[in-house]
T-cell receptor
Framework: EPEVTQTPSHQVTQMGQEVILRCVPI?????FYWYRQILGQKVEFLVS????????KSEIFDDQFSVERPDGSNFTLKIRSTKLEDSAMYFC????????????FGPGTRLTVL | DQQVKQNSPSLSVQEGRISILNCDYT??????FLWYKKYPAEGPTFLIS?????DKNEDGRFTVFLNKSAKHLSLHIVPSQPGDSAVYFC???????????FGTGTSLTVIP
């Protein structure tokens, strides 16, 4: 069964550094999403992406965040200057059509900001 | 603001019995609801969904009930199996956009 993959599984970085989290969505999917889950809290929507542009973003997704689909297979989340409170699990998801069709989630990247 | 609430952080059930996971929401604009299951070190996986025009949806051992007037939905698992042990997230989508609003999750343990 096709699956969404994410790399790395765990990223440790110093506060103020830039990080790029990578995702490979399912190949025929057209809609892409990033979520995060701070330890012990709910899963939060960050951004959705379609046709090479952001279609929706939450208030969490401020100027320090950006997304890109650089090569037609990868979907990346860049955090420009990481803060301690960015430490979380970051989940990528993709779907074939727009919601409310189900999304397929990747296994997540654990980001630790020191 | 917690628009989707799962008030029970954990639940333990004997194998073969019914598991009932509950979810409450506050936003009357939500019109589609989903349940996700999450195992450790894995992303959430879709389990079952329900549209606001229905009050029940069934898929095998899993049934979701929606009570719109009470802004409450529940997931029933019958019979519960040890492999059902996981964290279950309730999620809701408003009719105004495509953002998911997740609950904080309920950790289900099915005891053999």
């Amino acid at each position: 069964e096709p699956e969404v993959t994410q790399t790395p599984s765990h990223q440790v970085t110093q506060m103020g550094q830039e990080v790029i989290l990578r995702c490979v969505p399912i190949s025929n999917h057209l809609y892409f999403y990033w979520y995060r889950q701070i330890l012990g809290q709910k899963v939060e929507f960050l951004v959705s992406f379609y046709n090479n542009e952001i279609s929706e973003k939450s208030e969490i997704f401020d100027d320090q965040f950006s997304v890109e689909r650089p090569d037609g297979s990868n979907f990346t989340l860049k955090i420009r200057s990481t803060k301690l409170e960015d430490s979380a699990m970051y989940f990528c998801a993709s779907s074939e059509r727009d919601l409310p069709i189900t999304q397929y989630f990747g296994p997540g990247t654990r980001l630790t900001v020191l | 603001d917690q628009q989707v609430k799962q008030n029970s952080p954990s639940l333990s059930v004997q194998e073969g019995r019914i598991s009932i996971l509950n979810c409450d929401y506050t936003n009357s604009m939500f019109d589609y609801f989903l349940w996700y299951k999450k195992y450790p070190a894995e992303g959430p996986t879709f389990l079952i969904s329900i549209s606001s025009i229905k009050d029940k949806n069934e898929d095998g051992r899993f049934t979701v009930f929606l009570n719109k007037s009470a802004k409450h939905l529940s997931l029933h698992i019958v019979p519960s199996q040890p492999g059902d042990s996981a964290v279950y997230f309730c999620a809701a989508i408003p009719n105004t956009g495509n953002q998911f609003y997740f609950g904080t999750g309920t950790s289900l343990t099915v005891i053999p």
